[in-house]
C-alpha cells in the first residue's frame, strides 16, 4: 500500500483553520504532511526567520489516517521567498529547526544557484504568474543527480482561473525539462476545502505532462526521497557538537515504508512518540562511533528505521556548503 504525502500545507495562526486542514488530509489518506512556513526577506527591514510551532501546541490530538492504524504524521519546513543571492543563507542555524528546506528562486541565476549550489531540498516552482525565464537542462540534471526535487503546488489553480493557466503553464515546462523526474505535486492549501486526494493529485500530475507512474511517485516515494534526503543532509553536516552521549543520527526505511528521521535528542521528526515505539513500527540500535559500516548494512536491510551513535560522533562527511 503507498504511503502518501503532501509536504506542503501553508502554516495559519488560526489554529482550528490548521487543525481542519491536518485532519482533511488524514481523512483523504495522507500519511505525511508539512507545515509551511513561507519567509519572504526584505532589504528594508531585519530578517527574522520565522520560528516552528510545537506541534503538541497546534494539535491536541494528531488524526488517524484513512485506512491506516497509526496517527499522521507532522513535519515543519520553510521556504524561502529569494529575490536576491543574498536572501539565502547557508549556514543560518536558523534553517536546522526545521525538518525540510525550501527555495523558491525567482529568476534564472537564482534557479540555476538552487539547483547546483544551495544546499536544500525541495526548489519551489511559481505557479501565480509567468515564469521570467525558461527551464534549462544542465541545472535540473544538476539538481536531480544531488537528491533536490521540484515542486508544483496546485490550489492556486483551485482559487482563480488566471493563476490555473499559470500553473499548468509552468507546469509542463518544468516536465519537458526534467521528464518528469523528481517532481513533487503538493496543495499549498490556506483551506481544508483546498485539498485534494491522492489519487485525484495524480490525475493533476496527467494534465501536467507526468507519465502515470511518475505521477504517482509525485505524491508518494518521491516525498519519501525528499524526507531521506533532508536526514542525511543534516546527518552529512552535523558536528559532534554536543556533549551527551547523542550526538548524530541518519534515516533508513521502515518495515511500512514510511520513514522516521531522528534529530540529536532521540525523537524521530514529527512525532511526539519516543523512538522505537512499536505504534510507529521502529526500532532503535545502537552503535558504536567506531563502526558506521554496521549503521550502513543495517539501513540496507531495511529493518530498522532509527540509529543513533553514542560517544564522539562520526568525523562528519565534506558537503558542498562546508567549502
Known sequence: MSVFMD?????????????????????????????????????????????????????????????????IRVLNRLTVLMSDSSHFRPSAPEYRRFDLLAVQPTTEKLFHAACMLYDVDIVCISVTEKLPFIFKRAPINGAVERGVVFEVSYSAAIRDATMRRYTIANAVCLMDSCKGKNVILSSAAEKALELRGPYDVTNLGLLFGLSDGDAKEAVSSTCRAVLLHAGNKYYSTSTASTTGSTAMSTTAMCADQSVCVQRPGGRPVGSSTPAGSSRRRCTTQTVGSDSPEQVAAAAAGGDLCVFTWTGEAPAAKKTRSDD
Open 7 to 71: 509536504l506542503n500545507v501553508l502554516f495559519s495562526p488560526d489554529r482550528n483553520r490548521l487543525q481542519g486542514v491536518i485532519e482533511t488530509a488524514a481523512h483523504l489518506g495522507f500519511s505525511t504532511v508539512a507545515i509551511n512556513y513561507v519567509f519572504e526577506p526584505s532589504s528594508k527591514k531585519k530578517q527574522v526567520i520565522p520560528v516552528p510551532c510545537p506541534i503538541s501546541e497546534l494539535i491536541d490530538q494528531l488524526p488517524v489516517v484513512q485506512g491506516r492504524s497509526r496517527p
